[in-house]
């Protein structure tokens, strides 16, 4: 049986989706601010699934440590929900990822592990895997090929965007990190309506579901260097590509004309989102995903002052 929700959980979910207009295109779109999540960010949802299924199957004691290699925002939210249920959270990161993420995470009484940034996702998952081998303990939440992911967004954030637009979507666009967003919205939207398009947004500098190789961009939380399993189920009717300059832009435009404090990797959405949207009629319903907060990125290109023109 599921035990009460700490108070702070129940705050996960349910966020709003806000229409955006753009006056230069005619176009609105609709993103869903998942940065209001009580941590921070999208993946709330799937930390809070993915340790109540464990407690429910009782893969979870009171000496469990949970164990999970995450760009940031998994970690945080996975710290949070462990702090609120009185589970120790080791996080193992990139040390590419935002030094803001490392404070959080130990702020919420988390440890965290970093592993060089050269290696991407694959050498965090490969330790994680080594250090549960060792240690029973251990219990692993698996972000990148639990179904979990995928499935809580089938069943809660899609819904939730099917109600909020009052009907089915024409697109939706975000990126992926484990494509548990995309593949299990993708469902969501695509069993609401067979049309709807469902688009990943990945940086132009690695763009590897186009086949190109991974290199540096500056878009945290996605394309990690790694097509993760999880979207090998989704449904994509096509890729959108966009430069990390043109994800800082829109990220700086978002906090300066629509007071909308989000990270990167929201400015990414909203800039493929509009592609999309302006190849479709004005009154299209295009939807994305704010996915977290910009307090986070103090320490990133987003807060160094952009170039004079
Ligand atoms: C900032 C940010 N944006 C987007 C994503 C992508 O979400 P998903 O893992 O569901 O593909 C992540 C995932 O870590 C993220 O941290």
Redesign the pocket.
Known sequence: MTRPRPPVLTLIGDTPLLPLHFPETGRTLYAKAEFLNPSG???DR?ALAIIEDAEERGLLRPDSIILEC?????GISLAMVGAAKGYRVKILMSESASVERRHLIRQLGGEVQLFAANRGYATGIELSLELAAQDPRIFLPR?FENPL?ALD?ELATGPEILAQLGGPADAFV?????????TGCGRALKAARAATRILAMEPAEAAMLSGEMPCCHHI???AGGYV?PLLRDAKLDGVIKVSSADALAMTRRLSREFGLLV?T?SGANITAALRTACDLPPTAKVVT?L??RAERYYSTKLFAEPPTP
């Open positions: 960010s999208i993946k799937l995450t760009s940031g925002n998994t972000q992911n967004h975000a990126g992926y990190g484990t494509g548990g967003t995309l945290e939380g996605v993760p990270g990797s995903i996915c977290d």
